[in-house]
T-cell receptor, first 113, second 111 residues
Framework: DAKTTQPPSMDCAEGRAANLPCNHS???????VYWYRQIHSQGPQYIIH???NNETNEMASLIITEDRKSSTLILPHATLRDTAVYYC??????????????FGQGTILTVHP | NAGVTQTPKFRVLKTGQSMTLLCAQD?????MYWYRQDPGMGLRLIHY???????AKGEVPDGYNVSRLKKQNFLLGLESAAPSQTSVYFC??????????FGQGTRLTVV
């Protein structure tokens, strides 16, 4: 699976959009970009994933660049409860991947009042 | 639905003792996983299972054994606990190659 690079920490004001970047310059054509978050040592929580098109769900939006070498997770209106570690994970779908996830260090997002 | 339930939530072991962590899921998921998380680090995969009766090694399998006798349960065993196994253990499940659902974790301390 491709390696990802994320900033170690970011700050965001409550009510503003939080834009979390992820670099995955070695991504291959059949690899998806997944985002999970972990709130205060709870179990990680799935947020969103995508292959090459931008994706949106009730939690967030995922913007993937045309060359797929980087992506941005957008939390449109951050709240204090969005303070967490955010993990960007790139992995194959199908084959022998079996849903396995390789976690990096992630980005610590702190939302402040 | 309870989702993914881990038992116990906390445990202190003495070096050399054995124990079993239980993971139960009620979502009829095929795939199940055990991860460990050390302070300030991301999760690392210990073992996983792609169906009842199957298990496979992950990134850090040494010192652990697993069993998946029933589809809904995935057991993680420590035969002879070591201080290096002090960690937070997370179980997860997924339908197949889809998003994973995680339990709340088991905090294990080996003294």
């Amino acid at each position: 699976d491709a390696k990802t690079t994320q900033p170690p920490s970011m700050d965001c004001a409550e009510g503003r959009a939080a834009n979390l970047p992820c670099n995955h310059s070695t991504i291959s054509g059949n690899e998806y970009v997944y985002w999970y978050r972990q709130i205060h040592s709870q179990g990680p929580q799935y947020i969103i994933h995508g292959l090459k098109n931008n994706e949106t769900n009730e939690m967030a939006s995922l913007i993937i660049t045309e060359d797929r070498k980087s992506s941005t997770l957008i939390l449109p209106h951050a709240t204090l409860r969005d303070t967490a570690v955010y993990y960007c994970i790139v992995r194959n779908a199908g084959g022998t991947s079996y849903g396995k996830l390789t976690f990096g260090q992630g980005t610590i997002l702190t939302v402040h009042p | 639905n309870a989702g993914v339930t881990q038992t116990p939530k906390f445990r202190v072991l003495k070096t050399g003792q054995s124990m079993t962590l239980l993971c139960a899921q009620d979502m009829n998921h095929e795939y199940m996983y055990w991860y460990r998380q050390d302070p300030g680090m991301g999760l690392r995969l210990i073992h996983y299972s792609v169906g009842e009766g199957t298990t496979a090694k992950g990134e850090v399998p040494d010192g652990y054994n697993v069993s998946r006798l029933k589809k809904q349960n995935f057991l993680l065993g420590l035969e002879s606990a070591a201080p290096s196994q002090t960690s937070v253990y997370f179980c997860a499940s997924s339908l197949t190659d889809t998003e994973a659902f995680f339990g709340q974790g088991t905090r294990l301390t080996v003294v």
